[in-house]
């Protein structure tokens, strides 16, 4: 896009590819705005526009719960924006469960430390003891985890 006129830039935003995707689904910056103005924070932080078309608004969510409490405010919602102007044909709210991509994090895995060969014996000694024919055949298992 080459301007040889100063442009401002809210028009350099509108010819970007974010802005002409979301035209797409119908929706437009006011949309977006209104949205965020009229939503909760604690319900907007898991939900998203997803699309306009016609007379009913899609919205993605993260999860099954925040989408049942969508459900539920439903009407209060659709009420509050029909106010506006943006959202005046707005006649439903189609929720969706579309969970943003989730990065896994790693744990880091330590093992478990080895037995000496001490406490090994001691184990074996008291399994040897014991009249629990199960908890004698655990602790034999378990002094076999000795450090080498």
């Known amino acids: 896009m080459r301007h040889n006129q100063p442009v401002t830039l809210a028009k350099l935003l509108d ?3 974010l802005t002409r995707s979301r035209q797409r689904h119908g929706l437009t910056r006011e949309h977006e705005a209104v949205w965020q103005s009229v939503v909760d924070v604690s319900l907007r932080s898991g939900c998203r526009l997803h699309g306009l078309r016609e007379d009913t608004l899609t919205l993605a969510v993260d999860s099954a719960t925040q989408a049942s409490q969508l459900r539920y405010l439903q009407r209060i919602i659709l009420q509050q924006l029909q106010i506006h102007p943006a959202f005046s044909q707005v006649q439903k709210l189609r929720i969706v469960v579309m969970p943003r991509a989730v990065q896994p994090t790693r744990k880091a895995v330590n093992p478990l430390p080895r037995l000496s ?24 298992r378990l002094a076999r985890h000795v450090q080498r």
């Open 15 to 17: 010819s970007h590819a």
């Open 117 to 140: 060969r001490t406490t090994a014996t001691h184990l074996r000694q008291i399994a040897d003891l014991l009249e629990d024919p199960e908890l004698s055949e655990r602790l034999q």
